[in-house]
């Protein structure tokens, strides 16, 4: 499985704290043994699946797209919930 990561992405995870990071790691792994693991989206957002994870009492999500075919797993973002999906768009 080929595993990328968006620009956007990359900084995000750039600014957190070495807790937030062990934890998504965590997460990421998980991701990756599973991909279904996350909620399909539809619509504007078809293609694209979030999985919601909780850190310190903070709720934040993972946006990600999976190629079955081509087994290519593709990190889009990752945030807390406000305004994640208008910026998603």
């Known amino acids: ?22 934890k998504l790691d965590e997460i990421i792994k998980n991701i990756i043994s599973d991909p279904s693991i996350g909620e399909m989206k539809i619509r504007d957002l078809a293609g694209v699946q979030v999985y919601k994870y909780k850190h310190s009492a903070q709720q934040y999500l993972i946006a990600y797209t999976y190629i079955n075919d081509e087994l290519l797993l593709t990190f889009i973002d990752h945030g807390t919930h406000e305004n994640f999906y208008r910026d998603l768009k």
């Open 1 to 22: 499985m080929i595993v990328k990561q968006t620009s956007i992405f990359k900084r995000r995870v750039k600014k957190m704290y070495r807790t937030e990071k062990e």
